[in-house]
């Protein structure tokens, strides 16, 4: 027997005598796909304008050498990280992303051609493919405002991006035989403090109103709208807030995105799952670290991580919440980022699939509540470790840190002679 071997026979027994079955756990977290953000491979440039700055309220901070600079060495370098990752991935695909056929393609202009190409990839290597609208890094978002903006031609222009990249991901769904979940993100926000705030949520409403007018085959593409508290040069306003938001997707049926770094710092997505599922059907996350602010660091094996996972799985709703993850960072090799947050989600997965949750809500519902805690504390150094190398031979991708020098041999031999 292999150390793997005999140290995961140990973990099967002891994780069996709570009741829990670790093969059932690997297979099930096998199951779940992920959503990876494509933008963290080259610092949410896109290929619209590849020189173009990043906008929106946001910002990457880095310069690691090596950037995927067009869609062959993004392709390569997803392709690569997904290698080192277990179970469903999907890429999540903006719209500036988009194949331009080597002509200038107008933001309001993109059509479904210039995503047939990420089909045939993505289908190639067995990834499913989700999309975002691209409100930003645009001369007419250069104010700040878009969907909300005052200027009925710019609204206008930006609605006619919305439906024509609505359009594209229901292509994108019927093509790839499964659901393309489009997320809808606009910065639009006020530095300071605005008068007017009412004006420019009832445009924002009136734009989205007009966006989801057009009735698009749910099996094909579902919308998703995403809040926000503040953005940088947006500090006092954020238009789509999380009331404007939550309150819009209720009734419009809609689906909410969940960024975790889009709440006051003390809030915690998790705890916002089990509310949400009572009024909507199905919620989109965008898994994130926040550090102080919404500074999009690589996700790790974090408690809220944990809590995410957990609020996942504890209550059934795989099929209900759609995992994306939303981080860049420059500063490090951006295949490894894609690896470790990706690693980590997985692991928070299978984490929380080795909970024995139904003596826990035992010992919840008898208000022992000191058991609950000792357990939970307990869980915490069970060979959890030892199920996660299992999953990771089961899935043949490199066990513990053993994917590491397959980057740096990538590094070596691809992004250094870029
Ligand atoms: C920005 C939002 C949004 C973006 C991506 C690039 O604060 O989180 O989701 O990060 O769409
Ligand atoms: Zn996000």
């Known amino acids: 027997m292999s150390t793997t071997e005999k140290t995961y026979e140990y ?72 290698s080192l990752i277990p179970g469903i991935k999907r890429i999540s695909l903006h719209e500036i992303y988009l194949d331009n056929l080597g002509e200038n393609v107008p933001r309001n202009e993109p059509q479904p051609k210039h995503f047939d190409s990420w089909i045939e990839w993505a289908k190639k290597n067995g990834f499913g493919i989700d999309f975002n609208t691209t409100f930003m890094s645009h001369p007419l978002a250069s104010d700040g405002f878009t969907l909300s903006h005052h ?4 609204r206008s222009f930006w609605i006619e991006h919305a439906l024509n990249c609505r359009k594209i991901a229901a292509y994108i769904g019927e093509k790839m035989g499964s659901t393309c979940i489009t997320n809808h ?16 949520r009832a445009r924002l409403k009136d734009s989205y109103d007009k966006i989801f007018a057009l009735k698009l085959d749910p099996k ?11 953005g940088i040069g947006a500090e006092s306003c954020t238009i789509g807030s999380h009331e404007f938001l939550m309150g819009y997707a209720v009734k419009n049926n809609t689906l909410l995105t969940f960024d975790a770094g889009h709440f006051h710092p003390t809030e ?52 209900r919440v759609h995992i994306g993850l939303d981080y860049f ?69 490199p066990q513990r840190n053993d994917w590491l020098c397959e980057v740096k041999s990538y590094e070596n031999n691809v992004l250094s002679k870029r």
């Open 11 to 82: 973990a099967k027994e002891l994780y069996a005598k709570l009741g829990v079955d670790t093969e059932k756990a690997i297979a099930e977290t096998a199951k779940i796909p992920i959503s990876i953000q494509c933008w963290q491979g080259d610092d949410v440039h896109g290929f619209e304008n590849p020189d173009a700055a990043l906008s929106g309220g946001i910002q990457t901070t880095g310069n690691y050498p090596g950037r995927a600079t067009n869609i062959d060495q993004l392709r390569d370098d997803f392709t690569k990280a997904a």
């Open 151 to 154: 200027d009925e031609g710019i």
């Open 185 to 200: 993100w606009t910065p639009d926000g006020f530095k300071d403090i605005p008068v007017d705030r009412l004006a420019y």
């Open 220 to 230: 094909y593409t579902r919308d998703s709208i995403e809040s926000k508290l503040f």
């Open 268 to 319: 915690q997505i998790s705890d916002k799952i089990s509310s949400a599922l009572l009024f909507l059907d199905e919620i989109l996350l965008h898994v994130s670290r926040p550090v102080r602010w919404d500074s999009d660091h690589v996700v790790i094996f974090d408690d809220e991580l944990k809590y995410i996972a957990l609020e996942i799985v504890r209550n059934g709703f795989e099929d």
């Open 329 to 397: 960072d420059a500063s490090i090799n951006r295949i490894a980022a894609w690896v470790i947050g990706s690693r980590n989600m997985q692991k928070a997965l299978l984490y929380a699939k080795l909970e024995p949750t139904a003596l826990l809500r035992k010992y919840e519902n008898d208000m022992d509540y000191t058991s609950r805690l000792a357990l939970l504390e307990e869980l915490k150094s069970y060979p959890f470790a030892a199920v996660w190398d299992r999953y990771c031979e089961t899935q043949n991708v």
